[in-house]
């Protein structure tokens, strides 16, 4: 079986309220079981699994705070749980 790997990176400055709509479409594609990310013309659907693996580091300094999150899961079905979507497809609700 070939590996399909695909990524998307977004990074961007966004206000606290904007973060915050953006960590509830996370949870709410948590619980749905598909994560859509979209940047620019780029476009990935992730499905979660019922059991995630969750790494928090959190950091504060004199004049700067920061927090980051990593979650991994396995994929049992390979081409079922990360499939990417291709550019031009219809988006789900969950883009921010």
């Not at 990935?44 to 705070?65: F, G, R």
């Amino acid at each position: 079986m070939e590996k399909v790997k695909k990524t998307i990176e977004i990074e961007e400055t966004m206000t606290k309220e904007q973060a915050a709509d953006f960590f509830r479409m996370l949870a709410n594609g948590l619980q749905s079981g598909s994560i859509d990310l979209k940047s620019g013309e780029e476009t990935l659907t992730l499905s979660p699994t019922d059991m995630i693996s969750v790494e928090i580091d959190a950091k504060q300094k004199k004049d700067k705070s920061k927090f980051s999150m990593e979650m991994s899961w396995r994929c049992p079905e390979v081409a079922k749980c990360c499939a990417g979507k291709e550019e031009g497809e219809n988006q789900g609700n969950n883009t921010p």
